[in-house]
């Protein structure tokens, strides 16, 4: 499977994007575990978080899905039941990940598996903390899934610095955590996603925040039982990311993506685009319990920058959409400290670096970053004046590659082929809809 892109115009109109990932799969993993039903509206229905959901079904929760919400009758802390067969979670790391974390807590055993992506995937990071906590848990092929986990003595307080900022690891031990003898204390050094933490508030359960010799500390306090809560996902800033770069790199743009989740730990990006010269202003700001905001940008021209490696995590789901915008800025953009890029779906500094090379960018990789020389790019450039070769690009199979990919070929002077796409469904189905609704010919 792969895509068509055609050169493209001016994108205009105000979109919505679909329900955050990070978000939707907390909500099913919480409202499963609480007592009674919750309703979740904005759910994303996209392959990775269906893998969650259709995990929590087959361990015996019911949950009804309507047109735009589902509701989750949740069976409590100890109401999970033990599945028929190993756990299939496709391509989603964030499925395993956490959901391996409140597994270890269960009477039964499970095993969870992933496709040829997920099954090489580092998961040590979790096993070694998990099996610190008392947790029955391993792992195959060198520290890769298939996981198999098997019921332990009751899991230990616990208080664990993380050696690399990963919210999955942090939310693994967080869920791992309400299945403790005592407080689990997580520390780390740079502040990841804090989707958990605020969804575990949502549904009663004591979280507290505290700073101590510069390490920020998640205490998690593991309840007798968890409320059940209704939940309203924004959409997701991830998804968002491709328009607001398509927006800001395809002159005349004036785009607005509606109702948008701008957690500040999601959203380093537009901090980092709006250092490079973007024109991007928000609106509607609202704060329930996870804050959103219409975001509206316009076309722009950007100057190359240094990227600080502090913001690397609030932006590492978006840091193939920088390296295109990088690309067209003027002068050079220098991004270090991103070697987790190696861990994700793909290896996405090699994924990139050939999407980068097919376009005709100038760059330079390094083990945990990468130099682009931009191309200068000047906002009203004609279409006759595009910056990027035609290309052919293999996503590798890796969902924000082909999204990254396709939208930088709409800016490329001719037909472009991206291959390898079936994977855009796991985080964003409608993507060729939207790429539709605001004028992009992406087939
Ligand atoms: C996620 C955390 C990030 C991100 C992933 C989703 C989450 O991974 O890349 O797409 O929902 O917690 P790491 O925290 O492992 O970097």
Do not use: W
Not at 44 to 58: H, I, P, Q, R
Not at 143 to 165: D, H, Q, T, V
Not at 371 to 379: A, C, F, T
Not at 385 to 406: C, K, L, V
């Amino acid at each position: 499977m792969g895509l068509i892109v055609k050169p493209g115009k001016a994108l205009k109109g105000e979109i919505l994007m679909p329900g955050d990932k990070s978000i939707s799969h907390r909500s099913i993993m919480c409202a499963a575990l609480a007592e009674g039903d919750s309703v979740i509206r904005g759910f994303l229905k996209g392959e990775d978080c269906l893998a969650t959901l259709n995990a929590f079904s087959k361990m015996g929760v019911n949950i009804d899905q309507h047109d735009k919400e589902i509701v989750v009758h949740g069976v409590g802390l100890q109401g999970l039941k033990k599945p028929d067969s190993d756990i299939y979670l496709g391509n989603s790391g964030t499925s395993m990940r956490l959901m391996s974390g409140l597994l270890c807590g269960q009477s039964f055993s499970s095993t969870l598996k992933g496709d040829v992506s997920l099954s090489t995937r580092p998961m040590k990071r979790i096993v070694t903390p998990l099996t610190t906590m008392g947790a029955n848990i391993s792992s195959s092929n060198g520290g890769c899934p298939p996981l198999e986990i098997n019921p332990s003595e009751k899991l230990k307080a616990f208080s664990y610095e993380l050696p690399i900022a990963s919210a999955q690891v942090k939310s693994c031990l967080m869920f791992a955590g309400l299945y403790a003898d005592g407080p689990v204390v997580i520390k780390e050094k740079i502040q990841t996603r804090d989707h958990t933490e605020l969804m575990f508030k949502k549904f009663g359960i004591h979280v507290s925040i505290e700073e101590s010799k510069g390490l920020k500390e998640i205490h998690v306090l593991p309840p007798k039982s968890m409320d059940a809560a209704n939940i309203n996902i924004p959409g997701d800033f991830s998804s968002a990311a491709f328009f607001v770069l398509a927006a800001l790199i395809t002159p005349g743009s004036d785009l607005t993506l509606m109702n948008i989740g701008i957690n500040k730990t999601r959203i380093a990006l537009l901090e980092v685009l709006k250092e490079m010269g973007a024109d991007i202003k928000l609106s509607n700001v609202s704060n329930e319990y996870e804050p959103c905001a219409d975001i509206s940008i316009r076309a722009s021209e950007l100057k190359g920058i240094t990227l600080n490696p502090k913001l690397v995590p609030n932006l590492i789901d978006e840091l193939p959409v920088l390296f295109i915008a990088a690309s067209l800025a003027e002068g050079q953009t220098i991004i270090r400290g991103a070697e987790e890029l190696r861990e994700k779906e793909s290896d996405r500094l090699e994924a990139m670096s050939n999407s980068l090379k097919l376009l005709g960018v100038k760059f330079k990789i390094y083990d945990d970053g990468i130099d682009i020389q931009g191309l200068n790019q000047e906002v009203n450039t004609s279409n006759s004046d595009m910056p990027f070769e035609a290309s052919h690009i293999n996503s590798f199979g890796d969902h924000r590659i082909a999204m990254t990919s396709a939208i930088a070929c709409t800016r490329a002077n001719d037909k472009s082929y991206i291959e390898d796409t079936k994977n855009v469904t796991t985080s964003f189905p409608n993507f060729l809809e939207i790429c539709e609704e605001v004028g992009l010919d992406i087939k």
